[in-house]
Structure formats: C-alpha cells, structure tokens
C-alpha cells in the first residue's frame, strides 16, 4: 500500500462511520494518554472500534481505548477519539493525520485536541491544565509532517498558513469558561518530539531555551492537518510530570495515566463549558 492516502480512501473511512451512526457532529475531540474518561461524558454514544474502520490504525498504547464514541455532550453532537496513533507506534506520518482527514469529510468544523504532556516549564506541576497557544512542529521542520506527499486539493492548499494554528476565537472562549467555573490553567507552547523514550535532562533544558512551555509525542501532526483543510483548533494539555531539569526524578507512562485521574475533571470542565458556548 502507498505511504499516502487518496481521497477514494479517505472517502471509504468516512462513509463507513456514517453508516454507523445517525449522529452529524460538526465538533471533534481527541483524547490524549489517561484522558479518555471524557468520553464516558456522552450520552446516546455509537461507538465504533478503529479496527473497523478501513486503513485507521489501531492504538497500541495502555491508556488509548482506540475506539470512535459519537453522540451528545451538552446537547451537541460530537466525535469522540478515544485515544490516538502516534508515529513512534511504527505507523508513517500520513496514518497520523488520517484521522483528522477522515474528519474533515464528515462535516467537522471545531477539533478539540489534548494530550498529557511533560513540563519543560518549572512553574508548572502535574495536573495543570495548559492551554496551547502556540507549538513548535520539530518533527514537522525535521521532515516528518502529515502534508507530506501528493497535495490534496480538495482539503487544502499546498502551502497552508500556521501563523494562527489555535484559534483565537476558541482560546478566548476557553479563558471566559475557566474564569466561571474556577478552573485554573496556564498558557503556553507545546512541542512535539518523535518518541517513544522520555527526555532527558540536556534534551528538556534545549526544548525550554527554544520556547516550549510542555512537551508530547503526539498533537501537532494532528493540528497541521487540521489547519490544513481549514478546521478551526483548541488545544488543552495536560501536565503530567514536572520539568526533570536535574536529572533527579524517573519519568514514566504509569505516572502520565496517574495525572489523568486528576486532569479528567478539569478537562471536562472546561470542554464542556466551551462546547455548551459554541453556537
């Protein structure tokens, strides 16, 4: 098969969601590693297994469900991931942005994406919230970027613009709901690295010099594609351990699925509140 994916395939992906449910969701959400009990939030769900959509990977990764959930959160139809492929998992970068793709063929207008993240930030502890206002697409400059391939016209241009990749509109709107419901969170930039081994001490001290605030293995492939075919984005990570600057503390997976017990709640406060908003 072709590292690349055609719109007929694309086109196959989605109508098979389709046929599965009577849902027409114009927002989309994408749950990160310990994050996917937000999706224990919709009611009315059709829930659809990867494995049984043709050409979407499925997640190997404890704490990624691997399965589509679309029904009603706050009165509104959405599609859920619950969990997500990531490059490190053996896939190419293309089966990484299929999904957002896939997406895009079926109506969505609004992705939500999280991730649980690492602090590169020291003001930052596990279980902040972090809204993204920006990413550094390091894998993207390094040549591993989802629009890689044959353009496909009819999503996007060849050349798309990520000057405003977040959009501010959605980041404004985070902010009122934080601000009502006592939700508090800081601001800052992402990054994404290839993975799947931790960083280390000089690795997290380079990533803080060049602006990242935390820093993931997966979302920002996610957001090129989106914006690509014009999909508007909000993007929430969910700090899961603290900046290892010093070498001193052992960072590993069971401690990111820990942090989400405590990010779960928080998340659903503020997604909720801006899915209730939306018109």
């Excluded at 490059?87 to 942005?97: H, K």
């Excluded at 999904?99 to 003001?123: C, F, H, K, S, Y």
């Excluded at 890689?148 to 985070?174: K, T």
């Amino acid at each position: 098969m072709s590292e690349f994916f055609s719109l007929a395939q694309i086109d196959e992906a989605a109508d098979v969601i389709r046929k599965r449910t009577q849902h027409k969701p114009k927002i989309a959400l994408i749950l990160g590693s310990g994050l996917g009990g937000l999706a224990d939030a919709v009611a009315q769900p059709d829930i659809i297994p990867y494995g049984e959509i043709p050409y979407w990977y499925r997640s190997t990764i404890e704490g990624h469900i691997g399965r589509l959930v679309i029904g009603n959160l706050e009165d509104k139809p959405v599609l859920v991931m619950q969990g997500r492929s990531h490059y490190y998992e053996g896939i190419t970068i293309s089966q990484v942005g299929f999904p957002i793709r896939v997406m895009q063929r079926l109506g969505i207008e609004i992705l939500i994406v999280t991730n649980a993240a690492g602090a590169t930030n020291p003001a930052y502890a596990p279980g902040d919230l972090m809204l993204i206002t920006d990413h550094i697409a390091l894998m993207a400059m390094a040549g591993l970027n989802p629009l890689r391939g044959p353009n496909l016209n009819e999503l996007g241009p060849r050349f798309p613009d990520m000057s405003q990749a977040y959009d501010r509109e959605l980041l404004q709107l985070a902010r009122q709901v934080g601000k009502e419901r006592k939700v508090e969170f800081h601001e800052g930039v992402y990054i994404c690295l290839a993975g799947p081994s931790f960083e280390g001490p000089a690795d997290l001290r380079f990533l803080r010099t060049i602006g990242a605030d935390a820093v993931g293995m997966s979302t920002v492939p996610e957001v090129i594609a989106a914006r690509h075919g014009g999909t508007r984005v909000l993007g929430i990570s969910g700090i899961s351990n603290k900046a290892n600057l010093d070498g001193n503390t052992i960072t590993s997976h069971a401690e990111v699925l820990e942090a989400g017990k405590l990010l779960v709640p928080k998340l659903t406060a503020i997604i909720s509140g801006v899915i209730r908003a939306l018109p």
